[in-house]
């Protein structure tokens, strides 16, 4: 076995980075803020509702990984200070298209960092992947309040990032739905008082299918979530229940709670979002419609909320509201994830490398769908072996630990291949 008991995460560390027991007044409008990943679902989304509300915001950066197009339409639009392409090799059409705009056009991954560091009143982290943890880190050390999408910042390296927010006095807002419900139900005051944290999930596209035809599973088939509209490595995630797994992780950090305190259960709906459970038998719940912007909202007006023309939640009209456990035969990324959170050190940063390569070669038809758990455990137990599972101490430590987790998962992978050959 390669888990064991996890360092302890204090709760003021939690509380400032997180909530805090002293809630700030109101900003004053328009509040700054920055969207790294702004072509993506989060990103679309987040500016959609800048633009629903004219006056509260100013959009100071814009990030795009490759997709120049748009984010050059979004750069005409929203007229920011700075618009970062990652991918270099767009950076003349980003160039040329914003000549004269008076908009600074700029690429690389220093480009990003850069964005991340300017002075503003939030970011909006969503890069998808590890890709977001150095950006994250850097709005953290500047002491801005950052709106959590990329919860692989956590899971890469969650010790340095929550110990970071505490240092610079930076506040996590937490995008993901479920967070963002635990975020509304966890009563500070009464932290002591929590029993539980639980985190739902709507069970994917495979819920109902069996081990064989899941192993049978096609891309097309995995990327129809039944109710989010998500990017397709997020999708995925759904589909093998690994991205409740990564959430647990997050959770782990987020809140201050210990991890057999932490719960998952699948719910089809997707109406409620989150619970906790208290000493005295009461549980909180937070519902809605299954809508990514109702989560965003709550990150760009706290610690007020913004209003937006959402669809009304009609209990009535949505019926019955079940719940069953999840199975981990048929899922084993979750049991994975488990797993990785109970060991912690570099377990978790090793189970996301290994699972987004994995997830990577999946899209790509080059994986089958249930070589994506297979993988991951695989390299979990080959860094276990390595002795390569302690606590990333440092950035570049954290890293360095997912460079050679990704080596080793494709490795893997190639393995397999050549096998089936």
């Known amino acids: 076995m390669w888990y064991g008991r996890r360092m302890n995460t204090a709760f003021p560390s939690s509380a400032t980075a997180l909530q805090g027991v002293d809630v700030p ?26 633009a629903g509300a004219p ?11 490759n997709n120049v197009g748009l984010l050059i339409e979004q750069a005409l639009k929203f007229r920011p200070k700075l618009a970062v392409l990652a991918d270099p090799s767009g950076f003349a059409t980003l160039k040329q298209a914003l000549a004269g705009s008076g908009i600074e056009a700029a690429s690389g991954r220093q480009a990003v960092i850069d ?6 009143d939030l970011v909006v982290a969503a890069i998808v992947g590890a890709a977001g943890l150095e950006p994250t880190l850097a709005a953290v050390k500047r002491g801005t309040a950052v709106a959590l999408a990329n919860k692989e910042s956590l899971v890469t390296a969650g010790e340095l990032v929550v110990r970071e927010a505490e240092r610079h006095s930076a506040r996590i807002l937490p995008v993901d739905s479920e967070h963002n419900a635990v975020f509304q139900a ?18 994917g596209p495979f819920r109902t299918w069996d081990r064989a035809r899941i192993a049978a599973a096609t891309p097309e088939q995995a990327l129809r979530h039944p109710n989010w509209s998500m990017g397709p490595k997020v999708t995925i995630d759904s589909a093998t229940l690994m991205n409740k797994g990564l959430e647990l992780i997050e959770a782990f ?5 210990e991890e057999h ?12 979002h989150g619970m906790v459970g208290y000493s005295d038998g009461s549980v909180l719940a937070q519902m809605g419609t299954p809508d990514m912007r109702t989560p965003i909202s709550y990150c760009l007006g706290w610690p007020e909320r913004m209003p937006w023309p959402s669809a009304p939640l009609d209990l009535a009209a949505a019926g019955t ?12 990324a979750l049991a994975l994830a488990r797993d990785a959170l109970r060991r912690m050190g570099g377990a978790p940063c090793v189970l996301n490398a290994a699972n987004e390569i994995a997830v990577e070669r999946f899209l790509a038809g080059e994986a089958a769908f249930m070589q994506i758990p297979a993988i991951v455990s695989a390299t979990l137990e080959s860094a276990e072996r390595r002795g390569m599972l302690a606590e990333p101490g440092s950035l570049d430590a954290a890293l360095e630990l997912d460079r050679w987790a990704r080596e080793t998962a494709g490795a893997a992978i190639r393995e397999s291949a050549a096998k089936a050959y």
């Open 25 to 50: 007044k109101p900003l004053v409008r328009p509040k700054r803020i920055a969207v790294l990943g702004s072509t993506g679902s989060i990103g679309r989304n987040t500016l959609d509702l800048v």
């Open 55 to 65: 006056g509260d915001f100013e959009v100071t950066a814009l990030v795009a990984g």
């Open 115 to 120: 964005a991340a560091s300017m002075p503003q």
């Open 186 to 203: 966890f009563e500070n005051r009464n932290a002591a008082q929590v029993e539980t944290v639980t985190l739902t999930a709507s069970g």
């Open 253 to 257: 950090h987020l809140f201050p709670v």
């Open 261 to 272: 305190q932490l719960r998952v259960v699948i719910h089809p709906q997707s109406i409620v």
């Open 321 to 332: 509201l079940s719940f069953e456990a999840p199975d981990l035969e048929r899922f084993p």
